[in-house]
């Protein structure tokens, strides 16, 4: 019987887990968990207050928004929109991102110094900003929103894993593999990639957390899906106009945002900290 990985012992780590997992079966398993359709309209139940309020009715656990809609339903099948654009921009700027660090930590010189120069222009620019100016050109839609992440995000996987991959080039290992014969991509895919790879796992969990708040801000000024899909910042866009009078419509999406933010931010930590050799060293010291 194999031992446990030192990783998955971390608390942080299963905590972090045990959240996307319930992410992860609410996004698909939506139309069997909401209790109705998120798209259908009560007219006579208008920002109905949740079931265990007063006047609250039990076909509308969270209650209703100003059209009628369930709000639970809404908040269930919202995390498909959010866990998609979170994964796929993840990946899609830890691709871009990682090969462009490995490509300027390993060979340096004049293209370590054009790539990082590109990054710190990219990176004078306020990232939501960015976003916005993008969705701006590319239009609505959630591929564009996937899209705008990675051309904004790619950056910071770039910067940081530029640094490692400088400190992992010096070692004793990559020059052997250099004067054994390697070729500049084997060296870097056999020598290097593999220590650089906890850390791009670290990072990319914590960009999920990251996209996910920057959809929410996206569809929060109607830049994301549309109206017919529901989206966790469409749900706080909605909520402002009766947030005296139903403030739960506000609460819920806000506090799904933090869930899953702290879901990704808590597994990112536990995993730098069990991943990290030099963390472990030290807190062994």
Same mark, same amino acid.
């Given at each position: 019987?194999?031992?446990?990985?030192?990783?998955?012992?971390?608390?942080?780590?299963?905590?972090?887990?045990?959240?996307?997992?319930?992410?992860?079966?609410?996004?698909?398993?939506?139309? !069997?968990?909401?209790?109705?359709?998120?798209? /259908?309209?009560?007219?006579?139940?208008?920002?109905?207050?949740?079931? !265990?309020?007063?006047? $609250?009715?039990?076909?509308?656990?969270?209650?209703?928004?100003?059209? $009628?809609?369930?709000?639970?339903?809404?908040?269930?099948?919202?995390?498909?929109?959010?866990?998609?654009?979170?994964?796929?921009?993840?990946?899609?700027?830890?691709?871009?991102?990682?090969?462009?660090?490995?490509?300027?930590?390993?060979?340096? $010189?004049?293209?370590?110094?054009?790539?990082?120069?590109?990054? /710190?222009? !990219?990176?004078?620019?306020?990232?939501?900003?960015?976003?916005?100016?993008?969705?701006?050109?590319?239009?609505?839609?959630?591929?564009?929103?996937?899209?705008?992440?990675?051309?904004?995000?790619?950056?910071?996987?770039?910067?940081?894993?530029?640094? /490692?991959?400088?400190?992992?080039?010096?070692?004793?290992?990559?020059?052997?593999?250099?004067?054994?014969?390697?070729?500049? !991509?084997?060296?870097?895919?056999?020598?290097?990639?593999?220590?650089?790879?906890?850390?791009?796992?670290?990072?990319?969990?914590?960009?999920?957390?990251?996209?996910?708040?920057?959809?929410?801000?996206?569809?929060?000024?109607?830049?994301?899906? $549309?109206?017919?899909?529901?989206?966790?910042?469409?749900?706080?866009?909605?909520?402002?106009?009766?947030?005296? /009078?139903?403030?739960?419509?506000?609460?819920?999406?806000?506090?799904?945002?933090?869930?899953?933010?702290?879901?990704?931010?808590?597994?990112?930590?536990?995993?730098?900290?069990?991943?990290?050799?030099?963390?472990?060293?030290?807190?062994?010291?």
């Amino acid at each position: 019987m194999r031992p446990i990985p030192l990783w998955l012992k971390s608390g942080r780590v299963q905590t972090g887990l045990v959240i996307i997992a319930i992410l992860a079966i609410c996004a698909l398993f939506a139309p !069997w968990l909401a209790p109705n359709d998120p798209n /259908e309209q009560d007219l006579l139940a208008i920002l109905a207050p949740p079931a !265990w309020a007063d006047g $609250g009715d039990a076909l509308y656990p969270l209650g209703t928004d100003s059209l $009628g809609r369930c709000v639970l339903s809404r908040l269930i099948f919202s995390a498909r929109v959010a866990l998609t654009v979170a994964f796929s921009a993840s990946v899609g700027a830890m691709i871009i991102g990682a090969f462009f660090a490995h490509v300027a930590g390993y060979f340096g $010189g004049w293209v370590d110094w054009l790539i990082s120069r590109i990054v /710190e222009i !990219w990176l004078s620019f306020p990232p939501v900003i960015l976003s916005l100016i993008l969705m701006v050109g590319l239009g609505t839609g959630l591929r564009n929103v996937v899209l705008a992440i990675i051309l904004v995000d790619w950056t910071r996987f770039c910067r940081v894993l530029r640094s /490692e991959v400088i400190v992992l080039r010096r070692r004793d290992y990559v020059s052997a593999a250099q004067l054994v014969g390697f070729s500049h !991509w084997r060296t870097i895919t056999r020598e290097i990639l593999p220590g650089t790879m906890p850390l791009l796992i670290t990072l990319m969990s914590l960009e999920m957390g990251v996209a996910i708040i920057v959809e929410a801000i996206l569809s929060f000024v109607g830049m994301s899906v $549309g109206s017919e899909t529901p989206a966790w910042g469409q749900m706080i866009a909605d909520a402002r106009q009766n947030i005296y /009078e139903a403030p739960f419509n506000m609460i819920a999406p806000i506090l799904a945002i933090f869930f899953a933010v702290f879901g990704f931010n808590i597994l990112g930590d536990g995993l730098r900290r069990t991943l990290d050799t030099r963390l472990t060293q030290t807190e062994r010291t």
